[in-house]
């Protein structure tokens, strides 16, 4: 696929968002299995962070009814924060594997006239796409498992968690920006690594 079109009166290259999104895309479904990783703790942080909330809601509204205090939620806090610390660990390692092992085509690339700035932009994208699917997935499975555990312990009470749907749209989008908001956090420092890499010596790179 072609890197960007070249503008001949002025010499620079133009590289769309599109284009960056098509190459990202790509790139992440050939490397679908390597980031699972990555994606899988980025669920995991969803799921708690859905769930936190969740369970705030509940309480919050039904406290009275099933007399339970509130600071029955704060160990929930050390977890989250937890769940999100490994995950943007794991993210970052996963994509700085992908820039060494993409060293070279990221020298063809930057041989071809993309500059730091697409190099950049095509990881962010990427990590962005890890983001989104982990936040689907996390959200997901964070909605059953709340609904599932409070169920077991309250009953039919637990149905209330479903009786708002602007509520559920909010921890939906919560989800989503949280996610990726986490993976282009992570990528920050492998993408900076991959825009610096010199065309010369990243084509002499054996991994």
């Not at 704060?74 to 700085?96: D, E, G, P, T």
């Not at 919560?174 to 900076?192: D, E, K, N, Q, W």
Request: charged share 15%; with cysteine; proline share 1%.
């Amino acid at each position: 696929m072609a890197v960007g079109k070249m503008d001949a009166a002025v010499g620079e290259v133009k590289f769309s968002l599109k284009e960056a999104f098509y190459l990202s895309l790509e790139q992440f479904k050939l490397r679908f299995g390597k980031m699972l990783l990555a994606m899988a703790t980025v669920t995991l942080s969803i799921i708690f962070v859905v769930t936190f909330s969740v369970y705030s809601y509940f309480f919050q509204n039904l406290s009275g009814e099933i007399g339970l205090e509130r600071q029955t939620l704060s160990q929930w806090y050390y977890f989250v924060i937890l769940a999100m610390v490994v995950a943007i660990v794991s993210i970052s390692n996963s994509l700085l594997m992908s820039v060494m092992e993409r060293t070279k085509e990221i020298g063809t690339l930057k041989c071809l006239g993309a500059l730091d700035s697409h190099i950049l932009l095509l990881f962010l994208i990427e990590a962005s796409l890890i983001g989104l699917v982990g936040g689907i997935v996390g959200f997901l499975l964070g909605m059953i498992a709340s609904f599932a555990s409070l169920y077991a312990q309250f009953g039919d009470l637990a149905f209330f968690i479903f009786s708002n749907a602007y509520q559920t749209l909010n921890w939906f989008w919560m989800a989503m920006a949280t996610s990726v908001f986490l993976c282009i956090v992570a990528s920050l420092y492998p993408a900076r690594r991959a825009a610096n890499l010199r065309p010369a010596e990243a084509l002499r790179y054996e991994l």
